[in-house]
């Protein structure tokens, strides 16, 4: 009789292939995507939307908000 625990094969996991950008060496937010939310009321007839900056390689995010969808409150 052999004991199944002693006896048991390892499991290896199947390489995974992730792309170029996310394995290389860089910079924080130095490949990052945007994305908005909202609108969100803040007050009586006064809208905010979160602006949503996400890092590619580092999975960091960071939120600004804006009280406008213009191009001056993005910037």
């Known amino acids: 009789m052999v004991c199944k625990r002693f006896a048991a094969k390892s499991l290896t996991a199947p390489p995974i292939h992730l792309p170029l950008d996310r394995i290389r060496e860089s910079a ?8 908005l939310s909202g609108p969100l009321f803040i007050k009586p007839k006064a809208k905010a939307w979160v602006v949503l900056f996400t890092c590619a390689v580092y999975r960091a995010i960071h939120l600004e908000v804006v009280t406008s969808l213009s191009t001056e409150a993005f910037i």
């Not at 924080?28 to 994305?35: C, K, L, S, Y």
């Open 28 to 35: 924080v937010f130095e490949i990052t995507g945007v994305d």
